[in-house]
């Protein structure tokens, strides 16, 4: 059975320093493993994650959402998030992390305002986009 996450209290920032020219970094090849989730983290910019090997959960916010080999999951900036993989296994991920004011710029900030930082409880976003029907 998956460890179960335990009283969370810690919560990390993960920035991404981002050069003006290019405000975008790939994460290939990440390997989450099944350690006891102790902490949350969050990040300057928006993740968007593709798990092309294993299965697990990710704690978004006070969400518990299961994934499966072939899902996207989509994290906003300042989203509290951690995934743990499902016992004795290990997943694999290829991530993109970007910043989309930097990334084009002259866009309008406060029309995309809402799709660019996260505000619990504005909208209800499963996160987890699954290949899964069931999900």
């Not at 209290?9 to 390997?31: H, M, R, T, V």
């Not at 959402?65 to 998030?81: A, E, R, S, Y």
């Not at 991920?93 to 989309?100: C, E, L, Y």
């Amino acid at each position: 059975m998956q460890n179960q996450p335990s009283l969370i209290n810690n919560i990390k920032c993960n920035s991404y320093n981002f050069q003006d020219s290019f405000a975008l970094e790939l994460l290939k090849g990440y390997i989450q493993s099944d350690r006891e989730i102790t902490y949350l983290h969050y990040h300057n910019c928006i993740e968007i994650g593709y798990c092309y090997e294993g299965a697990g959960i990710f704690i978004i916010g006070n969400k518990i959402l299961p994934f499966t080999k072939g899902d996207v999951v989509v994290i906003f900036k300042n989203q509290l998030h951690i995934a743990q993989s499902a016992a004795g296994n290990l997943s694999k991920w290829n991530f993109i992390f970007f910043d989309p004011i930097k990334l084009l710029p002259g866009i309008n900030i406060n029309d995309f305002q809402h799709i660019l930082t996260y505000s619990e409880g504005v909208y209800d976003f499963k996160n987890v986009i699954s290949t899964i029907e069931d999900y």
